[in-house]
């Protein structure tokens, strides 16, 4: 019987540790940025229409390209780990 322990690397922890600093320091820096703003007046809307709308300001392309994102993202989180699960890695 083949006895090998799978584990991840040093470069694996890297890589899922710079990723995840990556999506909380934008998420930090854009809340820190806000709170400025909103305190200047900078902004015309409130708060909750700019969280939840994008202040009516987003052009076509990016908001077609989040919501293809986002319908992408649900389909590989589930179809792909079924279908290696189911057929290896290999065919």
């Not at 600093?21 to 229409?49: C, E, M, N, P, Q």
């Amino acid at each position: 019987m083949d006895s090998h322990e799978k584990s991840l690397s040093w470069l694996d922890y890297a890589i899922f540790t710079v990723s995840v600093s990556l999506s909380v320091g934008t998420g930090v820096y854009h809340a820190i940025r806000s709170r400025i703003l909103l305190r200047s007046d900078g902004f015309k809307t409130s708060a909750k229409d700019e969280y939840l709308m994008g202040g009516h300001t987003m052009p076509t392309i990016p908001v077609a390209l989040s919501l293809l994102t986002t319908f992408l993202s649900g389909i590989l989180m589930l179809a792909v780990p079924a279908e290696i699960f189911q057929r290896g890695t290999y065919r």
